[in-house]
């Protein structure tokens, strides 16, 4: 009585928590939880085939085949085959982003990672410290260092794992933070900064000198970036010794630079390790390589090489091989080799190779060997780079934006990425095997940016490049029109952000809007185009603007060549509710607003919002999609070092705000608000470290975590036909949660009941076509071949279980637990308690489904576990063939034994429990269609009639079978009793009575599987019932077509066949049963399987 009482209270006190806090991860068992949705799976899709950046590779020291890939945001991966296949270890962390990754030389199971990209780029994630796993990657701790964001090299002690260096950029924004380079000597426990500041000053890079761990070298390097330009470096910059380990540091200074330098690329040369080399930027994107040897002491400049491109703060890594002394690879676009110390320096041949490279780990059992990380993926050249191998099997493509079109009969996803074009492919294909790279195509080239379709056609995409180069794409013919607004004669250059935004309206497909610093109309798909506003921005100039908390002089390390302009527009909005109405947000705090389609705007200054700091970026502006004067606003301050979510809605054009953060977590950036077409308050986030979504409008909101990683998800879409949500990564490619429609439906109130079955869309009813072979899987292709999934076939079931379903047995056994716990005693349950546990099935959950005249068709298994699950019916009836006592082992080809398609139409499904041998229904039956995806080239027979001779080979395969395995079986009984005659006391007639029974046997398997002495040294035998249903099922079961006359007489001959024997394989299996009871007469032992001798 106590124990129910004390569960009582428990459950009450679990019931009010739940009425009263919602926060998104408040406790474990908690209804409205994270965990509850994860059963909500979103597909991956990659692609591949383009891949995206790799920020560091550290291989194995004692097996060249084991590598670590550090992506610069998109975690790490790690091969043990060399790249064969790769497997993602580090998604459950909090970090995205990676700097660099290092395997400890004493015990290679120990791997550090630095979080926080290791480039100075305008869109780079950051990341939350430095972590360690002791287990080659299975699990991983924070080690500290949380607020470095930017780390880009650790050094660990040769011989003390205790003891690790590391370089730590720090904040890229802001000033402050944990930079420069920090020492442990137990293991990460501590940390001690001793190069660097609080301020600008960290460290990007340090090496060791493989004789004397005690001598060490660091870069450091003081930069600042802002939403309007870069300083790559300043007087903090430079080059450092150690001879104490880290302890202390003289900073080097003879022959170097005397002007501000800026990133610094370092390597000491393997062979003679008092040479050092040196890539310094200088002065406004210049710069030089210098050499010393003299471990540092001096220097010599040597060229002035430098990494060109996007900047030398983007790449600028220098490595010396250690097969050549004196060979320096230097990382930028291309990356260039000198084999005289940096005198001179050539491309290294990349062909057939993505360029922007920025990392590169080298065999020591091969001079030839070459491991090289990229922005478009990872390549190897066993030719010492004549030629390229691309893994095309690492799927971290950086998407920007995406846009989806309206196809028939699925959709295509299309997105611009950084630096690996605009990509576009299919949502799902009709093949078995899913979605391949060469699925995908490239739509443009460059960096991709956002693309926009044309609704009702689907073969016009507009697609653009970085900074406004917008084109229009035919898709028929693969054509390209630039068709990019061009300021007029004596205007000014437009100022277009580095990722333009660009809007097909709502209320005409061929009307267009584009924004550089004013906003454009076009009203015939791009050809020509007409300003509908002056100058939204601020419209400064970045050089006046404060860097480093001052305005900087112009010798300095200034870059701004690849980053965007500033004072542009960077997101725009039309009301579907209402033509005209307009709404531009800008990069410099600013939001306008329209009524009339231009001819006045009304300013928004982001300061006026609540609680919203005026310099924040607009990432996002949504109309809301059911009334005119409601709009969502996505804003972020991060490029002034500020990661709190700014997400707003205004239901009067602006003239008052309030936040609908909720409770969406501290440091994650919002980019991106999508509100439902059918439900008003259920809206989706795309932030920094996820997709999140809300059923109330904003106060409430959960991580959708299924199958997805921590990631940047940048843009979020739902495709209206499929209510799909599709998610375009930073990092890991895109991402699909199919069918949205159960979070229109999930309320608290409805959590709180024991289950619920959700809608099911239609499914669709066809053959899967062959892509690589009529079975699932990659096919002849080898195991790096990439594929992503298909939603499973047929119909898919959504249903959600309030609590675990549980045995008797583990009820009890948390109890005991919790009786342990709470220290008080556990009563023995008694026998019988402890045989009826022994006795109890598993629980079960199962989906009937039923066709329209409430026949069950097919029952599907379901886990048992609390929260959502999806379970796929195949649109099959069960197996007809007969099951063995002890079923073989799967073929190694082809498909298990199943049933074939339902004819298309309507059905229901419905949940039940089956606990303790009692079924429970749980729901009341949805309804839901099944129809024909196509029609073939050939108009074939109805799919009722279709479906109904599938029920006919159905129903002879199942006499059959049953036949084939019953006279199997007599065949084996009759086979042992042999051996029960030899004991018995029979007369020569029972003996002449058993050859007669095998021998007929043995015609009857003759008649029914042909001759077995023919097909031993395979010989043709004559046409057998089961090679003429198998001819059938081979006529019938890859198309929806029909079966065609010669089928249909097969099937004829076999029924027929069947039907004759039926009777013979009844009778023979009696006369076994006599003759057994006969032998017992004879007193011969009983044999197992026959019937039990009386007393």
Same mark, same amino acid.
Request: charged content about 25%; proline content about 6%; some cysteine.
């Given at each position: 009585?106590?124990?129910?009482?004390?569960?009582?209270?428990?459950?009450?006190?679990?019931?009010?928590?739940?009425?009263?806090?919602?926060?998104?991860?408040?406790?474990?068992?908690?209804?409205?939880?994270?965990?509850?949705?994860?059963?909500?799976?979103?597909?991956?899709?990659?692609?591949?085939?383009?891949?995206?950046?790799?920020?560091?590779?550290?291989?194995?020291?004692?097996?060249?085949?084991?590598?670590?890939?550090?992506?610069?945001?998109?975690?790490?991966?790690? &091969?043990?085959?060399?790249?064969?296949?790769?497997?993602?270890?580090?998604?459950?962390?909090?970090?995205?982003?990676?700097?660099?990754?290092?395997?400890?030389?004493?015990?290679?199971?120990?791997?550090?990672?630095?979080?926080?990209?290791?480039?100075?780029?305008? *869109?780079?994630?950051?990341?939350?410290?430095?972590?360690?796993?002791?287990?080659?990657?299975?699990?991983?701790?924070?080690?500290?260092?949380?607020?470095?964001?930017?780390?880009?090299?650790?050094?660990?002690?040769?011989?003390?794992?205790?003891?690790?260096?590391?370089?730590?950029?720090?904040?890229?924004?802001?000033?402050?933070?944990?930079?420069?380079?920090?020492?442990?000597?137990?293991?990460?426990?501590?940390?001690?900064?001793?190069?660097?500041?609080?301020?600008?000053?960290?460290?990007?890079?340090?090496?060791?000198?493989?004789?004397?761990?005690?001598?060490?070298?660091?870069?450091?390097?003081?930069?600042?970036?802002?939403?309007?330009?870069?300083?790559?470096?300043?007087?903090?910059?430079?080059?450092?010794?150690?001879?104490?380990?880290?302890?202390?540091?003289?900073?080097?200074?003879?022959?170097?630079?005397?002007?501000?330098?800026?990133?610094?690329?370092?390597?000491?040369?393997?062979?003679?390790?008092?040479?050092?080399?040196?890539?310094?930027?200088?002065?406004?994107?210049?710069?030089?390589?210098?050499?010393?040897?003299?471990?540092?002491?001096?220097?010599?400049?040597?060229?002035?090489?430098?990494?060109?491109? &996007?900047?030398? *703060?983007?790449?600028?890594?220098?490595?010396?091989?250690?097969?050549?002394?004196?060979?320096?690879?230097?990382?930028?676009?291309?990356?260039?080799?000198?084999?005289?110390?940096?005198?001179?320096?050539?491309?290294?041949?990349? #062909?057939?190779?993505?360029?922007?490279?920025?990392?590169?780990?080298?065999?020591?059992?091969?001079?030839?060997?070459?491991?090289?990380?990229?922005?478009?993926?990872?390549?190897?050249?066993?030719?010492?780079?004549?030629?390229?191998?691309?893994?095309?099997?690492?799927?971290?493509?950086?998407?920007?934006?995406?846009?989806?079109?309206?196809?028939?009969?699925?959709?295509?996803?299309?997105?611009?990425?950084?630096?690996?074009?605009?990509?576009?492919?299919?949502?799902?294909?009709?093949? /078995?095997?899913?979605?391949?790279?060469?699925?995908?195509?490239?739509?443009?080239?460059?960096?991709?940016?956002?693309?926009?379709?044309?609704?009702?056609?689907?073969?016009?995409?507009?697609?653009?490049?970085?900074?406004?180069?917008?084109?229009?794409?035919?898709?028929?013919?693969?054509?390209?029109?630039?068709?990019?607004?061009?300021?007029?004669?004596?205007?000014?250059?437009?100022?277009?952000?580095?990722?333009?935004?660009?809007?097909?309206?709502?209320?005409?497909?061929?009307?267009?809007?584009?924004?550089?610093?004013?906003?454009?109309?076009?009203?015939?798909?791009?050809?020509?185009?007409?300003?509908?506003?002056?100058?939204?921005?601020?419209?400064?100039?970045?050089?006046?603007?404060?860097?480093?908390?001052?305005?900087?002089?112009?010798?300095?390390?200034?870059?701004?060549?690849?980053?965007?302009?500033?004072?542009?527009?960077?997101?725009?909005?039309?009301?579907?509710?209402?033509?005209?109405?307009?709404?531009?947000?800008?990069?410099?705090?600013?939001?306008?607003?329209?009524?009339?389609?231009?001819?006045?705007?009304?300013?928004?200054?982001?300061?006026?919002?609540?609680?919203?700091?005026?310099?924040?970026?607009?990432?996002?502006?949504?109309?809301?999609?059911?009334?005119?004067?409601?709009?969502?606003?996505?804003?972020?301050?991060?490029?002034?070092?500020?990661?709190?979510?700014?997400?707003?809605?205004?239901?009067?054009?602006?003239?008052?705000?309030?936040?609908?953060?909720?409770?969406?977590?501290?440091?994650?950036?919002?980019?991106?608000?999508?509100?439902?077409?059918?439900?008003?308050?259920?809206?989706?986030?795309?932030?920094?470290?996820?997709?999140?979504?809300?059923?109330?409008?904003?106060?409430?909101?959960?991580?959708?975590?299924?199958?997805?990683?921590?990631?940047?998800?940048?843009?979020?879409?739902?495709?209206?036909?499929?209510?799909?949500?599709?998610?375009?990564?930073?990092?890991?490619?895109?991402?699909?949660?199919?069918?949205?429609?159960?979070?229109?439906?999930?309320?608290?109130?409805?959590?709180?009941?024991?289950?619920?079955?959700?809608?099911?869309?239609?499914?669709?009813?066809?053959?899967?076509?062959?892509?690589?072979?009529?079975?699932?899987?990659?096919?002849?292709?080898?195991?790096? *071949?990439?594929?992503?999934?298909?939603?499973?076939?047929?119909?898919?079931?959504?249903?959600?279980?309030?609590?675990?379903?549980?045995?008797?047995?583990? &009820?009890?056994?948390?109890?005991?637990?919790?009786?342990?716990?709470?220290?008080?005693?556990?009563?023995?349950?008694?026998?019988?308690?402890?045989?009826?546990?022994?006795?109890?099935?598993?629980?079960?959950?199962?989906?009937?489904?039923?066709?329209?005249?409430?026949?069950?068709?097919?029952?599907?298994?379901?886990?048992?576990?609390?929260?959502? *699950?999806?379970?796929?019916?195949?649109?099959?009836?069960?197996?007809?063939?007969?099951?063995?006592?002890?079923?073989?082992?799967?073929?190694?080809?082809?498909?298990?034994?199943?049933?074939?398609?339902?004819?298309?139409?309507?059905?229901?499904?419905?949940?039940?429990?089956?606990?303790?041998?009692? /079924?429970?229904?749980?729901?009341?039956?949805?309804?839901?269609?099944?129809?024909?995806?196509?029609?073939?080239?050939?108009?074939?027979?109805?799919?009722?009639? /279709?479906?109904?001779?599938?029920?006919?080979?159905?129903?002879?395969?199942?006499?059959?079978?049953?036949?084939?395995?019953?006279?199997?079986?007599?065949?084996?009984?009759?086979?042992?009793?042999?051996?029960?005659?030899?004991?018995?006391?029979?007369?020569?007639?029972?003996?002449?009575?058993?050859?007669?029974?095998?021998?007929?046997?043995?015609?009857?398997?003759?008649?029914?599987?042909?001759?077995?002495?023919?097909?031993?040294?395979?010989?043709? #035998?004559?046409?057998?019932?089961?090679?003429?249903?198998?001819?059938?099922?081979?006529?019938?079961?890859?198309?929806?077509?029909?079966?065609?006359?010669?089928?249909?007489?097969?099937?004829?001959?076999?029924?027929?066949?069947?039907?004759?024997?039926?009777?013979?394989?009844?009778?023979?299996?009696?006369?076994?049963?006599?003759?057994?009871?006969?032998?017992?007469?004879?007193?011969?032992?009983?044999?197992?399987?026959?019937?039990?001798?009386?007393?």
């Amino acid at each position: 009585m106590k124990r129910k009482v004390r569960l009582g209270l428990v459950l009450a006190f679990v019931a009010a928590s739940f009425v009263t806090s919602f926060a998104a991860e408040a406790k474990k068992d908690a209804v409205w939880s994270t965990k509850t949705f994860e059963g909500l799976e979103l597909r991956s899709l990659g692609p591949g085939f383009m891949s995206g950046r790799i920020a560091d590779v550290a291989i194995h020291p004692e097996d060249e085949n084991l590598w670590y890939v550090a992506v610069g945001s998109g975690g790490v991966w790690k &091969t043990v085959n060399a790249g064969v296949t790769f497997t993602p270890v580090f998604d459950d962390q909090s970090s995205y982003s990676i700097g660099c990754v290092t395997v400890d030389p004493s015990n290679p199971h120990r791997v550090w990672v630095g979080t926080g990209e290791n480039v100075g780029g305008r *869109h780079v994630g950051y990341g939350d410290g430095i972590y360690v796993s002791h287990d080659g990657g299975k699990n991983w701790a924070n080690k500290g260092l949380k607020e470095s964001e930017h780390i880009s090299r650790i050094v660990v002690h040769p011989e003390n794992p205790d003891v690790v260096w590391v370089a730590a950029q720090g904040p890229l924004w802001s000033k402050g933070g944990e930079r420069g380079v920090y020492k442990t000597t137990d293991g990460g426990e501590s940390w001690k900064r001793t190069l660097g500041d609080d301020a600008w000053v960290g460290a990007t890079e340090i090496v060791i000198d493989p004789r004397d761990p005690n001598r060490l070298y660091a870069a450091s390097w003081q930069r600042h970036r802002t939403v309007a330009s870069y300083m790559g470096g300043g007087p903090g910059t430079g080059l450092h010794r150690s001879v104490d380990g880290g302890e202390t540091w003289e900073l080097l200074s003879e022959g170097l630079p005397e002007s501000r330098m800026g990133k610094i690329g370092l390597a000491i040369s393997p062979q003679q390790p008092d040479v050092l080399y040196a890539a310094i930027e200088l002065d406004r994107r210049k710069g030089a390589v210098y050499r010393s040897a003299d471990r540092g002491s001096t220097w010599s400049k040597m060229s002035e090489a430098v990494a060109g491109g &996007t900047g030398p *703060h983007y790449y600028q890594e220098l490595y010396a091989s250690p097969h050549a002394f004196d060979r320096l690879y230097l990382a930028g676009v291309r990356m260039q080799v000198s084999d005289d110390g940096g005198k001179t320096f050539r491309r290294v041949k990349e #062909v057939y190779k993505h360029s922007d490279n920025h990392a590169l780990a080298f065999r020591p059992s091969d001079p030839d060997y070459l491991l090289m990380g990229s922005d478009g993926g990872l390549y190897e050249s066993f030719d010492l780079a004549e030629n390229w191998r691309f893994m095309e099997n690492l799927p971290v493509t950086q998407f920007y934006k995406l846009a989806l079109d309206d196809a028939e009969p699925f959709y295509n996803i299309y997105g611009g990425t950084q630096d690996n074009s605009t990509e576009g492919g299919p949502s799902r294909t009709d093949n /078995v095997q899913g979605i391949q790279n060469s699925d995908w195509r490239v739509v443009l080239d460059w960096d991709g940016h956002q693309p926009a379709t044309e609704p009702g056609n689907p073969d016009i995409l507009y697609a653009e490049r970085q900074e406004g180069f917008l084109s229009r794409v035919d898709l028929t013919t693969g054509e390209v029109v630039h068709v990019q607004p061009q300021a007029g004669e004596g205007e000014d250059h437009e100022r277009f952000n580095w990722d333009a935004p660009i809007l097909v309206s709502p209320h005409k497909p061929t009307r267009l809007y584009f924004a550089s610093q004013r906003v454009w109309r076009s009203d015939d798909r791009g050809d020509s185009w007409r300003a509908v506003s002056g100058d939204l921005t601020r419209d400064q100039d970045r050089f006046e603007l404060p860097i480093m908390g001052a305005t900087q002089s112009w010798d300095n390390a200034w870059d701004v060549l690849a980053m965007s302009n500033y004072n542009t527009i960077t997101s725009l909005a039309e009301s579907p509710m209402q033509e005209g109405l307009l709404w531009a947000g800008t990069d410099d705090g600013r939001l306008h607003v329209t009524t009339d389609g231009g001819e006045n705007w009304r300013l928004i200054e982001a300061g006026d919002l609540p609680g919203v700091p005026d310099t924040a970026f607009v990432n996002d502006i949504k109309a809301s999609l059911y009334e005119a004067q409601t709009v969502f606003v996505a804003l972020d301050n991060h490029k002034y070092g500020d990661y709190t979510p700014y997400l707003l809605k205004s239901t009067d054009n602006g003239k008052s705000w309030k936040s609908i953060r909720g409770d969406l977590p501290d440091r994650t950036l919002v980019w991106r608000v999508v509100q439902d077409h059918e439900r008003r308050e259920l809206l989706f986030a795309g932030t920094e470290f996820g997709i999140y979504f809300t059923v109330d409008g904003g106060t409430r909101w959960l991580r959708l975590k299924g199958g997805v990683p921590t990631i940047s998800f940048r843009d979020l879409a739902i495709q209206r036909r499929e209510d799909d949500l599709v998610g375009a990564s930073f990092g890991r490619g895109f991402y699909v949660l199919d069918d949205i429609a159960p979070l229109r439906e999930v309320s608290v109130e409805q959590l709180e009941q024991p289950a619920t079955l959700f809608g099911t869309r239609k499914a669709w009813w066809y053959v899967p076509r062959s892509a690589l072979g009529f079975d699932p899987g990659k096919g002849d292709q080898g195991a790096s *071949h990439f594929l992503a999934p298909n939603p499973p076939f047929g119909s898919v079931f959504t249903y959600y279980l309030k609590e675990d379903l549980k045995t008797a047995k583990a &009820t009890r056994q948390e109890t005991e637990k919790t009786a342990v716990e709470e220290k008080t005693a556990v009563a023995f349950p008694g026998w019988d308690a402890v045989e009826a546990e022994h006795r109890e099935p598993q629980p079960k959950i199962w989906l009937t489904v039923r066709d329209a005249a409430g026949e069950i068709v097919r029952r599907v298994e379901g886990p048992t576990k609390k929260g959502f *699950h999806r379970v796929a019916w195949d649109l099959r009836y069960p197996r007809p063939k007969a099951m063995l006592q002890v079923e073989p082992p799967p073929p190694m080809w082809g498909l298990p034994p199943r049933g074939l398609m339902v004819a298309p139409g309507t059905f229901t499904v419905t949940l039940t429990r089956q606990v303790g041998g009692e /079924v429970t229904e749980l729901s009341e039956p949805r309804t839901f269609e099944v129809v024909p995806l196509r029609e073939g080239a050939l108009k074939g027979a109805d799919p009722q009639q /279709v479906a109904q001779f599938w029920r006919e080979l159905e129903s002879g395969y199942r006499l059959f079978t049953a036949m084939q395995v019953d006279l199997k079986g007599q065949l084996a009984k009759t086979k042992r009793m042999a051996d029960v005659l030899a004991w018995s006391q029979a007369n020569p007639q029972l003996e002449m009575r058993y050859h007669e029974l095998r021998g007929r046997l043995h015609t009857l398997d003759a008649r029914l599987n042909g001759s077995r002495a023919r097909q031993e040294p395979g010989e043709k #035998v004559k046409p057998t019932i089961n090679a003429r249903l198998f001819s059938v099922q081979l006529g019938v079961e890859r198309s929806t077509y029909g079966p065609t006359p010669t089928i249909r007489k097969s099937l004829e001959i076999a029924q027929r066949e069947i039907g004759e024997l039926h009777g013979e394989v009844e009778q023979v299996a009696r006369d076994v049963e006599a003759f057994g009871r006969a032998l017992v007469d004879a007193g011969a032992p009983w044999l197992e399987g026959g019937e039990l001798p009386q007393p």
